[in-house]
C-alpha cells in the first residue's frame, strides 16, 4: 500500500492485462495512528525453557498487536493500550522484545529479555557435619546469582553469602544423622541440586 494523506479515503482499482478495470470508491481510508513505545519488559529474565508471562510496557498498542521475543513469536495472553502480556518462548541469550500493531508498525527494546539457565552444584565442603548443624558450607557450582537460597536436606540455611557466579556459603542447619541435598534455588526459582552432598554425624561424646 503506498502513503497517503491522513483523513484521506481512496478509491481501489483492480486493472487485469486487457486493460478491463474494476474500482470500489472510497474502499480505503488513510487514518493517522501513532507507532507504538515500549518503555519496560517485566521480568526481564526467564529459564532457557521459557513459559515466563512477562508484561511489556508502553503506549499505543492497539487490538492484535503480535509480540517478538528476537525472532520468536510469542503467545499474547492480554493486552492494552499501554500493556501487552505475553509468554516468553524457550531461548539461550538476551534478545530484544518486539511489539508490531496490525498496521505493521513496530516497537523493539534491544536487549530487553535475558534467558538464564539453571544454576548447578559440583561440590559441597566440608561434606560431613553435626547433626546439630551450625558449619559453615562452601557450595562450588554454576551460575548462582545474588539473592539465593540454599536448603540442606530441605531445610533452609542460615547465613547465605554470595561470594561469585560459582561459590555460595551458607551456614548448615540441624539434621538428622543421614546424607542430605543440598539445593540452590535462584531469585528466577531455578534450582541446582546435589544429592547426598552433606552427610551429618553424631558428634562424639566428650
Same mark, same amino acid.
Given at each position: 500500500?503506498?502513503?497517503?494523506?491522513?483523513?484521506?479515503?481512496?478509491?481501489?482499482?483492480?486493472?487485469?492485462?486487457?486493460?478491463?478495470?474494476?474500482?470500489?470508491?472510497?474502499?480505503?481510508?488513510?487514518?493517522?495512528?501513532?507507532?507504538?513505545?515500549?518503555?519496560?519488559?517485566? @521480568? #526481564?529474565?526467564?529459564?532457557?525453557? %521459557? /513459559?515466563?508471562?512477562?508484561?511489556?510496557? =508502553? &503506549?499505543? $498498542?492497539?487490538? +492484535? *498487536? !503480535?509480540?517478538?521475543?528476537?525472532?520468536?513469536?510469542?503467545?499474547?495472553?492480554?493486552?492494552?493500550?499501554?500493556?501487552?502480556?505475553?509468554?516468553?518462548?524457550?531461548?539461550?541469550?538476551?534478545?530484544?522484545?518486539?511489539?508490531?500493531?496490525?498496521?505493521?508498525?513496530?516497537?523493539?527494546?534491544?536487549?530487553?529479555?535475558?534467558?538464564?539457565?539453571?544454576?548447578?552444584?559440583?561440590?559441597?565442603? @566440608? #561434606?560431613?557435619?553435626?547433626?546439630? %548443624? /551450625?558449619?559453615?558450607?562452601?557450595?562450588? =557450582? &554454576?551460575? $548462582?546469582?545474588? +539473592? *539465593? !537460597?540454599?536448603?540442606?536436606?530441605?531445610?533452609?540455611?542460615?547465613?547465605?553469602?554470595?561470594?561469585?557466579?560459582?561459590?555460595?556459603?551458607?551456614?548448615?542447619?540441624?539434621?538428622?544423622?543421614?546424607?542430605?541435598?543440598?539445593?540452590?534455588?535462584?531469585?528466577?526459582?531455578?534450582?541446582?541440586?546435589?544429592?547426598?552432598?552433606?552427610?551429618?554425624?553424631?558428634?562424639?561424646?566428650?
Amino acid at each position: 500500500m503506498p502513503a497517503g494523506a491522513a483523513g484521506n479515503s481512496v478509491a481501489v482499482t483492480v486493472t487485469n492485462p486487457d486493460s478491463q478495470s474494476g474500482v470500489i470508491a472510497s474502499a480505503y481510508a488513510y487514518v493517522n495512528t501513532p507507532a507504538p513505545t515500549i518503555t519496560a519488559v517485566a @521480568p #526481564a529474565r526467564a529459564p532457557l525453557a %521459557g /513459559g515466563v508471562a512477562v508484561t511489556i510496557t =508502553g &503506549t499505543n $498498542f492497539v487490538a +492484535g *498487536a !503480535t509480540v517478538k521475543f528476537g525472532a520468536i513469536v510469542a503467545t499474547v495472553t492480554a493486552l492494552s493500550a499501554t500493556s501487552v502480556t505475553a509468554t516468553a518462548p524457550a531461548g539461550t541469550s538476551s534478545v530484544g522484545v518486539t511489539v508490531t500493531n496490525p498496521d505493521n508498525d513496530a516497537a523493539t527494546l534491544a536487549a530487553a529479555f535475558k534467558y538464564v539457565a539453571a544454576p548447578t552444584v559440583k561440590s559441597v565442603t @566440608p #561434606a560431613k557435619v553435626s547433626k546439630e %548443624g /551450625g558449619a559453615t558450607l562452601t557450595i562450588s =557450582g &554454576t551460575g $548462582f546469582e545474588t +539473592g *539465593a !537460597t540454599v536448603t540442606v536436606g530441605g531445610v533452609a540455611a542460615t547465613g547465605v553469602k554470595f561470594v561469585s557466579a560459582s561459590q555460595i556459603t551458607a551456614v548448615a542447619p540441624a539434621g538428622s544423622a543421614a546424607s542430605q541435598a543440598v539445593v540452590v534455588k535462584n531469585t528466577d526459582l531455578q534450582l541446582g541440586t546435589l544429592a547426598a552432598a552433606v552427610t551429618y554425624i553424631t558428634p562424639p561424646r566428650a
